[in-house]
Nanobody
């Protein structure tokens, strides 16, 4: 069973920065795509940032230019650097990964989530 463990969440003030880390129990080279989602109170979960096996990144419109996702293959982690945080970034942030096996079956995995409250 694959485990994804997030860390780095916590209370921050608007304009500040925060870095989230997701550690995996398997080599991240196994995953086709890894990324971060978030869910604010009363809202649906949304994609924040993704990085493919080949290193291609993509971002949600609301975070593009402020957040950066990266992979650390040696440490089997992905990192989300969040700059210029806004109150509307307040959410529980989840690490996500999926892989497609040789038979074409897709398996996806979620972390337990880490809270990021952005408040004055």
């Amino acid at each position: 069973q694959v485990q994804l463990v997030e860390s780095g969440g916590g209370l921050v003030q608007p304009g500040e920065s925060l870095t989230l880390t997701c550690a995996t129990s398997r080599s991240i080279s196994n995953f086709n795509v890894m990324g971060w989602y978030r869910q604010a109170p009363g809202k649906e979960r949304e994609s924040v940032a993704r990085v493919t096996h080949g290193g291609r990144t993509s971002y949600g419109d609301s975070v593009r230019g402020r957040f950066a996702i990266s992979r650390d293959n040696a440490e089997n982690t992905i990192i989300l650097r969040m700059n210029s945080l806004k109150p509307e970034d307040t959410a529980v942030y989840y690490c996500h990964a999926y892989e497609v096996d040789s038979s074409g079956r897709l398996d996806d995995y979620w972390g337990q989530g880490t809270q990021v409250p952005v408040t004055p």
